[in-house]
């Protein structure tokens, strides 16, 4: 049985990489996601690379110092995708001039729609005449007709045509492609039929103009959805506020300066801020002075403002609601709890679902599988079809508003065309990407950071949660309960004095006994801790210890039978000195008020939940009891170098295990597990390890996460499932698999309404994971 190397990257991590982020325009399918990744993967220094057609950002892992992030960007543009590098502390500015791109896209995309509308209105104007019996005047004639169609690819299907184009000379035919070739050879072989009636050809020129007009009409709703998933990540980037009230630092009397005005990007660590009521917090600090309510809805999720007064951390974006206070700044720019959660969120964005490598796989050759169909489509029913099926002309010289001597020509292109245009490989790329994108996004409002779409899928096959007990399960504000020594005094200042040098929740509660006693801590150095065992510090020249029984044995501490103190159910803390030990203090951490509830819940959803602490198997088994877990669900006394071993124990038992801890001594086993789970009121070496992060201190999140996860995996497959019944059914009937048997022929104008609706729908599946909030 073996740590996974993903555990042991979650304490060291020597990589000799880094990330390049580029906003990249100019995608239209999931076959210019793949040639995006193609071509920045082939670039010497390229590890890897991660691209999202919903949100417009590539993620670029490479070699440190060996890519210039300009370089990429400019091989991108050179090949047709319009790219900009994004630099430190540019979320700010890249959001907002990616929001000042879709919104001039969105006018021009209206401009193209309200003319492509025109034109479809009128050619439908012009063919009512053939209901009506008479031929309405100007607008009926085929002449007019032919002017609409080339009106249609010259004005507003330009782009699609023109991106086609280039797209398939650069080996990389896309969506416009397919479009752009339908309604070229539609238009193509209508001004053939008009310039050479001889021939007795059909002239449809309102098939390119409908055409367009649906394709644009798609692309439009498709776009406003997207840009509507996208917002939350753009809401979470805008509250970063953009300036500072800048103040000298207080003196005695607690006076400040004027302030000054500056940008929050330059505010450096250490320098004071006043923020008045109704401000929102520029950077991460803490009070100095003053007190107040803060709203941090936006980044917990909680709606209740939360009291604040000297000394309490205040995040950057959050609300000042009451007091007029004055903050000491300790993290500023990228570093910010805000900028970590957008980098973390925007990560989440790229980070693909294992469930999408097919439909990857499927768009590095769909475009040019299509064409190659609408080849085959034509050549079979040119050469083979129509001379099977006879019946089949008769049946086409019918279809549709009027009646006409049909070809095998005729019909053979015209299936050709709606095999072309009925294609949809947009669904494929935006099935999983906008998914994600709506699903981090919601996770994000109420507090609850999902790592990518791989977590996701790893979440949906949990069948195992594992809960660390201190600060997880238990409220992490322990009470010493006794004291067993024969100098409870002694004991206890010694403890206060080792414990003097750490940070831990046990380390608090001795520290407080300790003042509240108003003792005096003794001349103490070489402070050391080991995570999950205790502390050591030299006392009055002699080597103190404070910790569980392994760390005493570990240092030789003597520890006969009969001077070890009998114990309660209580979590025990030994203190030795100069090798003897000086006895025992029993602590006692309540459980949280939701421990209960979230475990009784877990199991109602089949999940199975374990408890795993390194403390004594008869604390541990009261803690279950009290939650209703049966001993061979406990796994107690583990020392923090086995936690990990012991999940990959239940791993080898063919067990999917989630992993809840707060602690550093949680990293490894979070790391280890298939999903680790980190409470944001913990380390950030747990925060980094774990791949859903809580941001409320409430154990019902739990749930939350798991079921948002479920629902958005769920989504995910939902949408690919779409986008493959829709291209595997609608381009056989597209192709005429139907028209022999039931005489039903999909003409190329219905062709592109139901490829774009086809995408239309996927996005806007997705968007229903948005009814979670609230």
């Given at each position: ?21 580029l ?59 319009p ?6 502390n ?75 184009a280039r ?17 070229v ?65 207080p ?44 709203d ?38 990228s ?90 490989p ?8 906008t998914?994600?994108?709506?699903g ?25 949660i ?72 030299i ?25 070890i ?68 669900h ?21 067990e ?64 690919l ?33 139901l ?20």
């Amino acid at each position: 049985m073996q740590v996974s190397t993903k555990a042991e990257k979650a304490i060291i991590n020597h990589s000799p990489s880094e990330t390049i982020t580029l906003d990249v325009s100019g995608m239209k399918c999931a076959g210019c996601v793949k040639a995006v990744e193609r071509q920045l993967t082939q670039q010497t220094g390229v590890i890897s690379a991660r691209v999202n057609l919903a949100t417009e950002v590539a993620t670029v892992e490479c070699e440190t110092n060996l890519i210039d992030p300009s370089t990429l960007a400019q091989r991108l543009t050179d090949n047709g995708f319009p790219t900009q590098p994004r630099l430190d502390n540019s979320e700010n500015y890249a959001a907002k001039k990616q929001t000042e791109r879709h919104r001039q896209e969105m006018k021009q995309q209206i401009w193209r729609i309200a003319i492509a509308s025109l034109l479809l209105i009128m050619s439908g104007i012009g063919h009512l005449g053939h209901f009506m019996g008479s031929e309405i005047p100007i607008l009926g004639n085929i002449w007019f007709h032919a002017v609409l169609a080339s009106l249609a690819l010259f004005v507003p299907g330009q782009e699609i045509i023109i991106d086609g184009a280039r797209s398939l000379l650069r080996n990389a035919p896309n969506m416009n492609t397919l479009v752009g070739l339908g309604a070229v050879t539609a238009y193509t072989a209508s001004m053939v039929a008009l310039l050479f009636p001889q021939l007795g050809w059909e002239c449809f020129f309102d098939e390119p103009v409908m055409i367009l007009g649906f394709i644009l009409l798609g692309k439009t709703l498709e776009q406003q959805a997207r840009y509507r998933a996208a917002s939350t990540l753009h809401s979470l980037i805008a509250l970063q506020p953009e300036t500072a009230r800048l103040v000298s630092a207080p003196n005695n009397s607690n006076n400040y300066s004027e302030s000054l005005d500056i940008p929050a990007s330059q505010v450096k660590v250490g320098e004071y801020l006043q923020v008045l009521p109704g401000e929102k917090i520029p950077v991460d600090g803490k009070i100095s002075d003053g007190k107040t309510t803060i709203d941090e809805s936006m980044l917990t999720g909680e709606s209740i403002p939360v009291i604040k007064e000297f000394g309490a951390n205040v995040a950057a974006g959050t609300i000042n609601k009451s007091g007029t206070i004055v903050m000491q700044a300790t993290r500023t720019g990228s570093e910010s709890t805000l900028a970590q959660i957008v980098k973390l969120v925007e990560t989440a964005q790229t980070r693909k679902a294992p469930i999408q490598n097919l439909a990857d796989t499927v768009a590095g050759y769909f475009t040019y599988g299509v064409m190659t169909l609408a080849t085959l489509t034509f050549l079979f029913w040119y050469f083979v079809g129509t001379n099977i099926w006879s019946q089949v002309l008769q049946t086409f010289s019918h279809h549709g508003s009027m009646t006409y001597s049909a070809s095998p020509l005729l019909l053979s292109l015209k299936l050709a065309i709606a095999v072309l245009v009925i294609a949809c490989p947009c669904a494929l790329g935006l099935a999983t990407p906008t998914a994600i994108l709506v699903g981090s996004g919601v996770g994000a409002q109420k507090g609850l950071l999902i790592k990518g779409g791989d977590v996701l899928e790893k979440v949906h096959e949990l069948d195992t949660i594992v809960f660390d007990k201190t600060g997880t399960l238990t409220t992490g504000h322990p009470n010493i309960t006794n004291i067993v020594a024969k100098n409870p005094e002694l004991l206890l200042q010694v403890a206060a004095t080792v414990e003097s040098g750490t940070s831990h929740p046990l380390a608090e509660a001795i520290l407080q006994k300790a003042q509240q006693k108003n003792m005096t801590l003794l001349s103490a150095i070489n402070f050391y801790t080991e995570p999950g065992l205790g502390a050591s510090a030299i006392v009055d020249g002699k080597l103190a210890l404070v910790g569980n029984l392994e760390w005493l044995k570990k240092h030789e501490v003597v520890l006969e039978q009969d001077n070890i103190p009998s114990l309660t159910d209580k979590t025990a803390v030994y203190v030795s000195m100069d090798g003897v030990l000086l006895g025992v203090i029993e602590v006692s951490d309540a459980l949280r008020d939701d421990a209960l509830t979230t475990v009784k819940v877990l199991q109602g959803m089949g999940l199975k939940v374990m408890l795993l602490t390194g403390d004594r198997s008869c604390v541990a088994e009261i803690i279950a009891q009290q939650l209703g877990l049966t001993p061979e669900h406990v796994l107690a006394e583990v020392p923090p170098a086995g936690k990990a071993e012991a999940i990959a124990a239940l791993q080898s038992k063919g067990e999917k295990v989630g992993m809840l801890g707060d602690g550093i001594n949680d990293a490894p086993a979070l790391a280890q597990a298939n999903v680790g789970i980190g409470m944001q009121a913990g380390t950030d070496v747990a925060m980094e390890a774990a791949d859903i992060v809580l941001m409320q201190d409430k154990l019902t999140d739990v749930v939350e996460s798991i079921k948002l996860s479920r629902d958005t995996f769920n989504k995910i497959r939902e949408n690919l499932f779409w986008a493959f019944a829709y291209n595997i059914v609608g381009i056989p009937v597209a192709a005429g698999v139907l028209l022999p048997s039931l005489g039903i022929i999909l003409n190329p104008a219905a062709a592109g309404a139901l490829m774009a609706f086809s995408s239309v729908s996927v996005v806007t599946n997705s968007l229903l994971l948005r009814s979670r909030i609230g």
